[in-house]
Nanobody, 124 residues
Framework: QVRLVESGGGLVQPGGSLSLLCTAFGFTFQFQTMGWFRQAPGKEREGVSCIHYGDLSTDYADSVKGRFTISGDNAKNTVYLQMNSLQPEDTATYYC?????????????????WGQGIQVTVSS
């Protein structure tokens, strides 16, 4: 059974940086697309970023463009998110997600596998 495991979350001050890594275990194939989503308490899930390994195309939510960068290793089914200039509004549980077939989209309904989530807190 495929498992996605996030690491790298924690507490950071406003303006600081944090990196997230998602690693897949138990896979026998490569995902076409992997991405990151987040959900703050009382709010709906939001697509943050995704990467399509076929053409390396990426997409970002408007709220994180210019601050976050996604990258990954298709052969290892890993995805990385570098988060800079973090603000309190970025505080949320961040989830790694993957889909076996499909383009890079920021709609969670398309994804086949999900991690358990990791907390990112931006506070002074």
């Amino acid at each position: 059974q495929v498992r996605l495991v996030e690491s790298g979350g924690g507490l950071v001050q406003p303006g600081g940086s944090l990196s997230l890594l998602c690693t897949a275990f138990g896979f026998t194939f490569q995902f076409q697309t992997m991405g990151w989503f987040r959900q703050a308490p009382g709010k709906e899930r939001e697509g943050v970023s995704c990467i399509h390994y076929g053409d390396l195309s990426t997409d970002y939510a408007d709220s994180v463009k210019g601050r976050f960068t996604i990258s990954g290793d298709n052969a290892k089914n890993t995805v990385y998110l570098q988060m800079n200039s973090l603000q309190p509004e970025d505080t949320a549980t961040y989830y790694c997600a993957a889909l076996t077939e499909g383009l890079c989209v920021l709609a969670g309904d398309f994804y086949d596998y999900w991690g358990q989530g990791i907390q990112v807190t931006v506070s002074s």
